[in-house]
């Protein structure tokens, strides 16, 4: 089974430190504590999320781009990330994501 997340960047920075049990509940583990104590740190917590998959066969995941989504200030909102098992999710993944929500394609 492959895992498509949405990975909500901007609500852990906000909850970091006003709510930081939602942020536990979130990652099913307390460890995220010690290696994330600032704003700027949350982009470990997925890494994090990545360990608490090991125990379900994600041991060889392989991560593909995990592109950023922005409001219209282009403020960062959330990242939407792939955890696969096999390098054809990834391939899929690169094509949808190679088109814009407006249909456009990227060149690169």
């Keep these: 089974m492959d895992i498509l997340l949405h990975f909500p960047t901007n609500d852990l920075v906000r909850n970091l430190r006003r709510h930081p049990d939602r942020v536990s509940a979130f990652?099913?583990?307390e460890t995220w504590r010690r290696s994330v104590?600032?704003?700027?740190?949350?982009?470990?917590?997925r890494d994090i999320l990545r360990e608490q998959l090991l125990p379900f066969g994600y041991q060889k995941a392989e991560i593909f781009h995990e592109p950023l989504l922005r409001n219209?200030?282009?403020a960062p909102l959330y990242h939407l990330v792939l955890i696969a098992k096999h390098g054809l999710a990834g391939q899929i993944w690169q094509s949808v994501i190679r088109t814009e929500g407006s249909?456009?394609?990227r060149l690169f």
């Excluded at 704003?39 to 917590?45: A, F, G, N, Q, T």
């Design 103 to 105: 249909g456009q394609k």
């Design 37 to 45: 104590s600032a704003p700027r740190d949350v982009p470990k917590l």
């Design 27 to 29: 990652l099913g583990t």
């Design 72 to 74: 219209t200030k282009s």
